[in-house]
């Protein structure tokens, strides 16, 4: 869905500075700026689907995206989630492989699309692009690896524990100092702990009874996180 306007050039967004591209200088921001195309995506809408050819990336200007896949019952298992400036696509076409998985909106977003050759093109041209891509594609891999540690190590009230500290690390919280800046469904929630929602649902009303958290509609707000952290079991 195309919004004429609703994309800010790459030379005035705000967002570009703590992605991949804030280093860029003035002539491949002229070429980015040049040759990407801006979108605005309703909540819910798809950026790409698994088994399709990535034809470039994917930068969130404003919003928030779920990366995941789908188990043999057809159950989501989210594998990431992205804030602004963040990129996604990037490692289907870097690989030369079809995309393994699929990419939806949670809100309402602003969402630039980068054509390969483009992408391809500043990666040859500016050596501390490609850094950043390796350190992305080596932060994916550590974060494999802990959620395949988690899952192996941590009992399901641990990890219920440990999803909300990593929501307010990633996302912050809002004016208020303890409101989780993210509002998920609870299915989602469910499935980036990776249990069943009756469960996780179980686990979120035994930590409000505990008072450390606040639940208001999909709202969570944090009201004790040294308990949480000691819940987790990790070291804050």
Same mark, same amino acid.
């Given at each position: 869905?195309?919004?004429?306007?609703?994309?800010?050039? /790459?030379?005035?967004?705000?967002?570009?500075?703590?992605? %991949?591209?804030?280093?860029?200088?003035?002539?491949?921001?002229?070429?980015?700026?040049?040759?990407? /195309?801006?979108?605005?995506?309703?909540?819910?809408?798809?950026?790409?689907?698994?088994? =399709?050819?990535? =034809?470039?990336?994917? /930068?969130?200007?404003?919003?928030?995206?779920?990366?995941?896949?789908?188990?043999?019952?057809?159950?989501?298992?989210? #594998?990431?989630?992205?804030?602004?400036?963040?990129?996604?696509?990037?490692?289907?076409?870097?690989?030369?492989?079809?995309?393994?998985?699929?990419?939806?909106?949670?809100?309402?977003? *602003?969402? /630039?699309?980068?054509?390969?050759? %483009?992408?391809? *093109?500043l990666l040859e041209s500016n050596s501390n692009l490609s850094f950043k891509v390796m350190k992305l594609l080596s932060q994916d891999l550590k974060?494999?690896?802990?959620?395949?540690?988690?899952?192996?190590?941590?009992? #399901?009230?641990?990890?219920?524990?440990?999803?909300?500290?990593?929501? *307010?690390?990633?996302?912050?919280?809002?004016?208020?100092?303890?409101?989780?800046?993210?509002?998920?469904?609870?299915?989602?929630?469910?499935?980036?702990?990776?249990?069943?929602?009756?469960?996780?649902?179980?686990?979120?009303?035994?930590?409000?009874?505990? *008072?450390?958290?606040?639940?208001?509609?999909?709202?969570?707000?944090?009201?004790?996180?040294?308990?949480?952290?000691?819940? =987790?079991? #990790?070291?804050?």
């Open positions: 869905m195309n919004r004429s306007g609703a994309i800010p050039a /790459c030379e005035t967004c705000q967002s570009r500075l703590c992605s %991949i591209f804030g280093e860029l200088n003035d002539s491949e921001l002229g070429i980015l700026s040049k040759y990407k /195309c801006g979108n605005f995506y309703k909540k819910g809408q798809n950026l790409f689907f698994i088994g =399709a050819p990535p =034809a470039g990336i994917f /930068c969130i200007s404003s919003g928030k995206v779920k990366i995941y896949k789908l188990d043999s019952s057809g159950k989501e298992q989210i #594998v990431r989630l992205t804030k602004d400036g963040d990129v996604v696509g990037y490692r289907s076409l870097i690989s030369g492989e079809r995309y393994s998985a699929f990419a939806t909106t949670l809100e309402d977003s *602003k969402i /630039c699309f980068i054509p390969k050759d %483009i992408f391809f *093109k974060a494999a690896e802990n959620i395949v540690a988690s899952m192996a190590q941590k009992t #399901v009230r641990e990890r219920v524990a440990e999803v909300l500290l990593i929501l *307010k690390e990633f996302y912050g919280v809002e004016g208020d100092g303890k409101t989780l800046n993210i509002s998920l469904k609870r299915e989602d929630l469910a499935s980036m702990v990776g249990t069943a929602n009756e469960s996780l649902i179980r686990f979120l009303s035994e930590f409000k009874q505990d *008072k450390m958290i606040e639940l208001t509609g999909r709202k969570i707000k944090i009201l004790d996180q040294a308990a949480l952290v000691k819940t =987790a079991n #990790v070291f804050d």
